[in-house]
Nanobody, 115 residues
Framework: QVRLVESGGGLVQPGGSLRLSCVGSGSIFSISAMGWYRRAPGKEREFVARISTDARTTYADSVKGRFTISRDNDKDTVHLQMNSLKPEDTAVYFC?????????WGQGTQVTVSS
């Protein structure tokens, strides 16, 4: 059974940084694409970043140049380094794993950007 557990969320001032982590259980982490999504209050869940099994990355335009996704297959972990945070980045951030056509989700971690 696959389980994804996020950590690293919190309250940060505009312009600050946070690093989210997601640890995956199960044996398919290294053969799965990993990603981050977020859901802001009153909005639909949206794509943030993705990293493929061979470490190719894709970002939403709204975070490009500010966020960096990375993975450590030895530790079954994916990170999202978030710099130059803005109030509009406030959301619950979800870790996503895609193995073949199956999507797995973490429970989410809250990120609040406010002065």
């Amino acid at each position: 059974q696959v389980r994804l557990v996020e950590s690293g969320g919190g309250l940060v001032q505009p312009g600050g940084s946070l690093r989210l982590s997601c640890v995956g259980s199960g044996s398919i982490f290294s053969i799965s694409a990993m990603g981050w999504y977020r859901r802001a209050p009153g909005k639909e869940r949206e794509f943030v970043a993705r990293i493929s099994t061979d470490a190719r990355t894709t970002y939403a335009d709204s975070v490009k140049g500010r966020f960096t996704i990375s993975r450590d297959n030895d530790k079954d972990t994916v990170h999202l380094q978030m710099n130059s945070l803005k109030p509009e980045d406030t959301a619950v951030y979800f870790c996503n794993m895609v193995w073949r056509t199956i999507n797995y989700w973490g429970q989410g971690t809250q990120v609040t950007v406010s002065s």
